[in-house]
C-alpha cells in the first residue's frame, strides 16, 4: 500500500464547503459600492463596521447592534487585541494596565483550542486548568479561582467547543454571568466561534451571555467574540467583538487610534450574499452542516466500532472536531506512529495550556477536509495505532 | 448667497479617483479562489501575504519580497501594532519591552501626519518635534536627539509628506541610515505612504531607506510601512510592513499568535486587477494624479494670486496635501472663520504633537475631495479669511 497524505490536524472548511460561499465572490461590483445607508464602502470612514452588519450580527448574535464592533477576517486577532490592550492601558476603569500588574493567571477550560493557549503563553499568564464536563467547566474550581486577584480572564468556547464539541449548559453560564471575581478588571473571553455550526437535527442552544451578565448586574464581564470564518471563507470573511456600552466605549476610544476602519467593501459584500437575511444566512449553515455530516457520522462510526471500552470520546452536534480520551500515556506514540504510515494529526497535547497534557491521553480529530473515503482510511489507521499502543 | 457645505479636512480620493478601481470589484470569482501558486485564498493558512503580492509589492518598493508582511487594509494599523509589539516584548534583541523602561520619547517632524501623533501620544512617549526643512527633518537635530537613550522612535512620511509634500532628500535618507542613536532598541518609522502618488510631471525621487541602512550596517533600523489604500480603495485596500530579516523574523513570531492570516482574496483581487504587473500599476497612478492635478492647480493659483507676501505654501508634486503657513497667531481664527461659512478645515494645530502649533500658524489643505468648483469656492473663503485675520 503507498504511504497515505492525509492531514486531519485543523479545523477548516473543506472544498465543498467553501463552494457554497462562491457566489459571495460575484456580487456585482455595483453592489458593493454603498451601503443602504448612503455610505461610500470603497472610502475611508466609519471606524467598526457599516450599520448594516452591526444589525445582521447583532440579530445572528441575539445583542444590540450598538454593542457589536466588527473587525476584520480574524476573530483570533480581537481576541489578541483585546488582550494587548488591556497590557498596555487597563480596562478602562481606572485600574492598573494589566501589564504592570506582576504575575497574572488565566484560567483555561482543557481540553481546548490551542491558539487561545497560546495568545495566554505569550503574553506569560500562569495558565490554570479547569477540566471541561459535559455541562462546561467545572463550576466549582472557576468560581473558587476567581477569588485570586491575580486571576484576570477566562478562555471559552460555549457552543460547540474546541475540541469536545460540548455546550455549556444553562446552570454554567448563569454561573459565569454571576461570577464575583476578587478582580475588578477580571474579564470572560468568551469565542463564540461556533454559534451556528450545527451538524446534527439535534441542535444544541446556548443561553445568552450578555443578557445573563446584564441580568446578573455584571455587564463587563464578557467579552463575547465571533466571526463568519467558518461560514463563508476562512481567509477573508468578518469577525466581531461584542460588549458592553462601558466596555467598547473604552476599546473603541483605542481602536479609533488604532485604525480608520474595518473593511467595509467585504462587510457588504458578505450582506449581499446573504441578501441581508438571518434566514438564508440558517440555510446557508444548513447546507454546510449536510457537506460535513457524512464525515462526522463516519468518524463516530469506526471509533464504536473499533475503540469501544479502550478509549472516550464526544459526540457533538456541531463545531469542528471530536475529542477523544485514549489510555493515559498514549497519546503522543500513537499521533507519532499516525504521522509515520502518513496521516498528520494535531499534536498530543496541543489541546492544553503549554502543549502539555497531563495524562498524554487527548487527541483532537478534525473530521472536515479529508474527503470522507481518505477519512475513514485515515481513522482505522488512528485505530490500529490506538490498539497498538494501548 | 447659500452657506457653503464642503469638507477639506481629511486626505480621501475624491469620486472619480475611487471608480478608477471599480473594475476591481468585478474581477470573476473563479480568478479568486487559487493563487497561480495553487494556495486556496478562500481558506486557512499563509501568515503574512501570499507570495505573489510579496513579490509586487517588493517590486513597487524595490526590496526583497521575502522582508515583506502583508497586512489588512490598513497601514495604520500596522504601525500601531508594531509599538504596541515593542511596547509588550520589546523589539527582540534581549532589550528590555519599551513599556517598561519609564518615560520614553519619539521624534516627530512638524508639521506632520495628526493620526501617527495620536498613537505615540496614546502609548504615552513624549514627543519632540522637529521642523521639517525642504530636505527633510531638520538632520543635526535629529542627530543630537538620537543621543538620549530614551529616544526610541521617530515618525517620517519620507515621500510626499503629509502634510508638507516635501520628499526627503538623499542626503536626508543617508543621514537617517547612518544614524548612532544611544537605543539599540530605536526604530525609524517609514511610513512611505505616498510612493506612487505623483501629481506633476516632474516626480520626486526617494532614496531606499531600506538598502541604506544596509549600506551603514544598521539594517533593523527602519520598519518600512506602506499601502495601496490610496491606489485602489482606502476602506478596503492592502498594506504592508518591510523591514530587515532580523526584525521580521521577530515579529512573524509574534504575528502567528495573533491571526492566522491576512486576507489572501483580497491580496489576489489586486493582483488580478493589475494582472500581477507593476506597469499596470504605474498606468493606475498616472490616471489618478491627472484626476486630481487640476485641483492642486486651483488650489496653487488661488494661493498665488491672493495670499503672495501674506501666507507661505509648499508646491508638492505628488500627495494629498498643501501645508499652509499663515501669520503666527492667526490659524485657529482662520479655521473658525471658514467654519462660520460652511468650510471645514483640518483643526489648526492638528499637523502638531498635542494639537499644538506654538505658532498657530499652520494648516494643511486637503484638495482631493470637493469638485474644483466647489474647491475654488471654498480656497475663496479660505482666502478671505486669512486676509481678514492678518
Not at 158 to 167: L, M, S
Not at 182 to 195: E, G, K, L, P
Not at 239 to 263: E, F, P, V, W, Y
Request: hydrophobic share 40%; charged share 20%.
Amino acid at each position: 500500500m503507498p504511504k497515505l497524505n492525509l492531514d486531519m490536524s485543523r479545523g477548516k472548511p473543506c472544498a465543498e464547503q467553501l463552494a457554497l460561499s462562491d457566489a459571495m465572490l460575484a456580487v456585482p461590483a455595483e453592489m458593493l459600492m454603498k451601503t443602504p445607508a448612503g455610505v461610500d464602502a470603497r472610502n475611508y470612514a466609519v471606524l467598526d463596521g457599516i450599520d448594516e452588519m452591526k444589525t445582521f450580527l447583532g440579530e445572528l448574535m441575539d445583542i444590540p447592534a450598538k454593542n457589536i464592533s466588527v473587525g476584520g477576517n480574524s476573530s483570533l486577532n480581537l481576541m489578541f487585541d483585546a488582550i494587548a490592550r488591556y497590557m498596555v492601558f487597563g480596562t478602562g476603569n481606572g485600574e492598573t494596565p494589566w501589564g504592570q500588574q506582576g504575575k497574572l493567571k488565566w484560567i483555561c477550560p482543557v481540553p481546548g483550542y490551542d491558539r487561545h493557549f497560546g495568545i495566554t503563553e505569550l503574553f506569560g499568564f500562569e495558565m490554570v486548568c479547569v477540566p471541561m464536563t459535559a455541562a462546561g467547566p467545572d463550576m466549582d474550581m472557576v468560581e473558587q479561582l476567581v477569588k485570586d486577584p491575580s486571576v484576570k480572564g477566562m478562555w471559552n468556547i460555549p457552543k460547540y467547543q474546541n475540541p469536545t464539541g460540548i455546550t455549556y449548559s444553562d446552570e454554567t453560564v448563569r454561573r459565569i454571568a454571576n461570577l464575583k471575581p476578587a478582580a475588578s478588571d477580571f474579564r470572560v473571553f468568551w469565542d463564540n466561534a461556533y454559534f451556528a455550526h450545527d451538524i446534527y437535527e439535534t441542535q444544541d442552544s446556548l443561553l445568552n451571555i450578555f443578557t445573563e451578565c446584564e441580568k446578573a448586574g455584571n455587564p463587563d464581564l464578557p467579552l463575547i467574540f465571533s466571526s463568519l470564518s467558518k461560514v463563508t471563507f476562512p481567509g477573508a470573511a468578518i469577525s466581531c467583538l461584542a460588549s458592553s456600552d462601558n466596555n467598547l466605549a473604552h476599546i473603541r476610544k483605542i481602536l479609533s487610534m488604532q485604525t480608520i476602519g474595518s473593511d467595509k467593501v467585504n462587510q457588504l459584500r458578505h450582506l449581499r450574499f446573504f441578501d441581508f437575511s438571518t434566514e438564508n444566512f440558517y440555510a446557508h449553515m444548513k447546507k454546510m452542516g449536510e457537506v460535513i455530516r457524512p464525515k462526522f457520522d463516519a468518524v463516530l462510526e469506526i471509533l464504536d466500532r473499533r475503540l469501544k471500552g479502550v478509549a472516550s470520546w464526544t459526540v457533538p452536534n456541531g463545531g469542528y472536531f471530536v475529542s477523544i480520551d485514549l489510555p493515559n500515556g498514549t497519546a503522543k506514540s500513537v499521533v507519532a506512529k499516525c504521522k509515520e504510515q502518513g496521516v498528520i494529526f494535531t499534536p498530543a497535547g496541543a489541546t492544553f495550556p503549554y502543549g502539555d497534557d497531563p495524562n498524554d491521553s487527548n487527541i483532537r480529530i478534525a473530521p472536515t477536509v479529508p474527503p470522507t473515503g481518505e477519512l475513514v482510511q485515515a481513522m482505522e489507521v488512528f485505530c490500529d495505532c490506538v490498539l497498538e499502543c494501548k
